[in-house]
């Protein structure tokens, strides 16, 4: 799938629009995002980032699970995230979240690359403009995540950075 991958810039600001509900709708609701998400996490598995990850399955289901439902809520579908951000706005307290870790542009590559393989598995069926709205979302969001650069140092976005357009 010809999708487009352009390199972070530390410091940069980043510009993303949240997926469209059109998006949601066409992968298959909250199934077929539970589906697409289930398939990108099993791949994650086998990447060069499974380490990132909880080895325990037990947890690794509990992730699977939280992140199915952070894209449900981020493409337009029910709110069911909501409790987990508790009330801040969803991409500042994913941005947050991944401060925990140490995130390379390389681990971004890998997770971008992963997530392609896994829409190329389970989002045939989708119109690729659509599918192309949601990688845009991914490939420019991602890059607010890596906060450990080539130099050795380290930057973690600030959410101002973050020009969310709507
Ligand atoms: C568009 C970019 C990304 C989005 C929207 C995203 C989204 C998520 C979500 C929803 C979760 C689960 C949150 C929860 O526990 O409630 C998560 C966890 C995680 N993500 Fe990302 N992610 C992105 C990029 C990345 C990248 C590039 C990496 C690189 C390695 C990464 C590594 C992780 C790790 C390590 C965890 C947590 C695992 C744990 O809790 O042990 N993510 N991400």
């Known amino acids: 799938m010809a999708l487009e991958l352009t390199p972070v ?23 077929g995002m539970k589906e ?18 909880p080895q325990c ?18 493409c337009g579908g029910p709110k069911i995230y909501e409790k987990e951000s508790g009330g801040m706005d969803l991409n500042e307290y ?10 390379t542009e390389k681990s971004r590559i890998e997770w971008l ?10 989002a045939q069926h989708v119109d690729i403009a659509l599918i192309k709205e949601f990688w845009d979302y991914l490939e420019n969001f991602s890059k607010l995540t890596v906060n450990s650069f080539s130099d050795g140092s380290t930057y973690y976005a600030a959410y101002t950075q973050a020009k969310e357009e709507r």
């Open 9 to 31: 810039e530390k410091a940069k600001e980043v510009h993303f629009k949240n997926p469209p509900a059109a998006f949601f709708s066409a992968i298959g609701g909250e199934e």
């Open 36 to 53: 697409l998400m289930y398939d990108f996490y099993d791949k994650i598995y086998e990447s060069d980032i499974a380490n990132f990850f």
């Open 57 to 74: 399955e037990k947890e690794f289901d509990e992730i699977k699970f939280k992140n199915s439902k952070f894209f449900i809520q981020i």
């Open 94 to 103: 994913m941005i947050r979240l991944h401060d925990d870790f140490s995130i």
């Open 113 to 122: 690359g992963t997530m392609r393989d896994a829409l190329a598995d389970k």
